[in-house]
Structure formats: C-alpha cells, structure tokens
C-alpha cells in the first residue's frame, strides 16, 4: 500500500478523503488536521505522498510545502493543494 497524508482543518472532507484513498485499496490513508500536526506526522513516518488543503489557519496549503521542501530536502512527495469553491461544490 502506498501511504498517503492528507491534511484539512475540516474533519468531515478528512473522513470522506480518507474513504476516497483507501477505496481502492492502493492506499493507506493517513490524516492530520492542520499544517504543524502534518510535520509532526512526517516526524516520525515514511510517506509517498502529502494531499493538502490549500486554505487552512495558521500555515496554509503552500506554506506547508515550502516547509516539508525546506525541513525534508531529501523528501520529495507529490504534494498536492486543494481548496474548495463555493461557486463548484467544494472540488479540487
């Protein structure tokens, strides 16, 4: 299984993401609800991937990359951030 993070401040969109990345079975889905818990997280775990919301308090989406970038030179997973639209029900 390929562990995945995917970070949002908003516990709901973390339970359906994290159905959504396991469904297939491919893979392990991991969660953390802001920025400093997601760098935490990668303290202490290997990860193949970070799925980030892009507005979240405190750090957002971006600042979170630049920080995994900047804390792991060694560690480049696909990043990707995602905010949502009230105008598109929410998509990334």
Aim: with cysteine.
């Amino acid at each position: 299984m390929i562990p995945v993070l995917y970070v949002d401040d908003d516990s709901d969109l973390l339970t359906i993401g994290k159905r959504y990345l396991e469904r297939s079975g491919e893979f392990m889905g991991n969660t953390a609800t802001s920025a400093h818990e997601a760098l935490e997280i990668l303290n202490t775990m290997a990860l193949d991937a970070v799925v980030s919301d892009y507005q979240m308090p405190e750090m957002d989406g971006t600042r979170l990359l630049k920080a995994v970038r900047k804390r792991y030179p060694t560690l480049t997973p696909p990043i990707l951030p995602c905010f949502r639209h009230t105008q598109n029900n929410g998509n990334c």
